[in-house]
């Protein structure tokens, strides 16, 4: 694992950035996975400056959210909103290439394998963006006994039902989908983003390199192509 260290936001979005356009010259028709949260807004900011300036770059670049909280009561807070307004809009991203979860469906369970399927499809992942969760949660992916392999619905832990996107919604929603831990470790490359405050617990149990399901981003140790970009506060 790559890690360094930023004093400023906008040095890590650059950075980010400059490391993700690597890829999209590699291969132009990248399958992107997308966190939402803010960690990753440095480099979706730098990546919509770099789309103002040539955006054909993104013509072939294909999304696939990372998570999705189930039972909101309308769109406000969601990841869609979140992604059709870091992306989807800035880098043009049309809706072909946007391989959007519907967490409105009757039956989730259909859309959980609707999902997989997908990722059979279309797979796996070129380039993983991760934030890391005050309880070193990777999307979805609480800390448990056991962890899941591919996209399910998750119980959301406390912490996630009070996170700052859906800080207006009064009804907090209890579950979400989520790409598994195996659809992560099976990205060709990750970019972790860790930032924001409250994360001090986490980021002990997280660099102290013990592999371990009560901290889901500490599994990224297994994988042998993942840039660790953090925001420290001196
Ligand atoms: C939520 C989001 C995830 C995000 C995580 C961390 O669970 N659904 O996609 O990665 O929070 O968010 P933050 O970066 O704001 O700490």
Redesign the pocket.
Known sequence: MRIVEYAKEEELGVEAASLFMEELHKHPDLLLC???????IPLYNQLAKIAIRNNSLFHDLRLI?????IGLPDHEGS?DEYLRQYLLEPLKIDKERYLNFNPAGIDLNQECLRIHQLLKEQGPIDLCI?????NG????NEPADELQSHCHIAS?STG?QQ???IKKTIQKPTR?L?LGMQDILSSRRIIL?I??DG?EEAKHQFFSRTISSKCPASMLWQHNNVDCLILVNH
Request: hydrophobic share 35%; glycine share 22%.
């Open positions: 997308a966190a939402t949260g803010s960690s990753p959210p990372l998570d999705e909280w990841c991760l934030g890391m969760g005050k949660h990777l999307g979805f959301l996630s996170h700052g996107m979400g989520t983003l930032s924001g994360k």
